[in-house]
């Protein structure tokens, strides 16, 4: 689990289409093999690492959801390490677990595959590359994130342009919400709505 409160920006320093290499310095205090660093908001394993790096074997799925196969040396990727229990909570519930990837049409603004579209709300919580935002208006698959100068500076979403993919985790809740409610025994019908009183 994450915050998406990016610690550090890490530099791509090989990837082949399975091991991804990554530089890095802060991120790497107190991490040991098998512990989960978020690379742009993508939950991976360390399986080695050295003083300045650290590298992860990517999954099939994972190349077929996120960005990562447009990955080369050179590219700036945002990196959290874990959430640990004594962790300050600073962003929100960050799975790390990408859900599909958003077209970037400037200005903040994102343009999300329909399928997700029902997921993202006004005032909401979404994660871009890794970083906890705030939905600041939403319409017609599209969405627009609030985001102050200091995360800015602090996160590769200031490389971004027109035209680029990001990667996509919406609010983990929206989902279990609507698990329980489409259920037989918890769906809203037009009887369910009478019942209370909304018809």
Known sequence: MFTGIVEEIGKIKSFDGRKLVVECKKVLENTQLGDSIAIDGCCQTVVSMTSDSFTADVSSETLSITTFKSFKAGKNVN?????????????????????????????????????????????????????????????????NVAIIPHTLENTNLKDLKVGEFVNIETDILGRYVEKCLSTKDNAITEDFLKENGFM
């Open 79 to 143: 990196l959290e390490r874990a959430l640990t229990p004594t962790s300050r909570m600073g962003g929100h519930i960050v799975q790390g677990h990408v859900d599909g990837k958003a077209k970037y049409l400037g200005d903040m603004t994102f343009e999300i595959p329909k399928e997700l579209d029902k997921y993202v709300v006004y005032k909401g919580s979404i994660t871009i590359n890794g970083v906890s935002l705030t939905v600041a208006k939403c319409q017609n698959n599209t969405f």
